[in-house]
């Protein structure tokens, strides 16, 4: 059993940061991947932003340059800053984690994310 908190989300106008968190409990152990998908309405999900037990990242077009991704092996969380946000970024915002030995990902609740122009 897994379990996924996700904080952070909210309402901000265009140009302003937002900072989430996803902290992973439960059955997990060792090697994983974690990041952040995000869907809009009427619109399919997309990666956001992955991190590998390592360390190595990989951020989805449409961010980079803009968003960071930052993990704590330790505390098993990961963090997703948000710069020079746009109205395009808005959306429900879900962690994802997933270890090579698992037959599947886990995903949280989702947060909402707005931004107003």
């Known amino acids: 059993q897994v379990q996924l908190a996700e904080s952070g989300g909210g309402l901000v106008q265009a140009g302003g940061s937002l900072r989430l968190s996803c902290a992973a409990s439960g059955s997990i152990s060792g090697t994983k991947t974690m990041g952040w998908y995000r869907q809009a309405p009427g619109k399919q999900r997309e990666l956001v932003a992955l991190?590998?037990?390592?360390?190595?990242?990989n951020l989805g077009d449409s961010v980079k340059g803009r968003f960071t991704i930052q993990r704590d092996n330790v505390k098993n969380t990961v963090y997703l800053q948000m710069n020079s946000l746009e109205p395009e970024d808005t959306a429900v915002y879900y962690c994802?984690?997933?270890?090579?030995?698992?037959?599947?990902?886990?995903w949280g609740q989702g947060t909402q994310v707005t931004v107003s122009s």
């Open positions: 991190i590998s037990s390592s360390g190595s990242t």
């Open positions: 994802y984690i997933r270890s090579p030995g698992w037959i599947r990902p886990y």
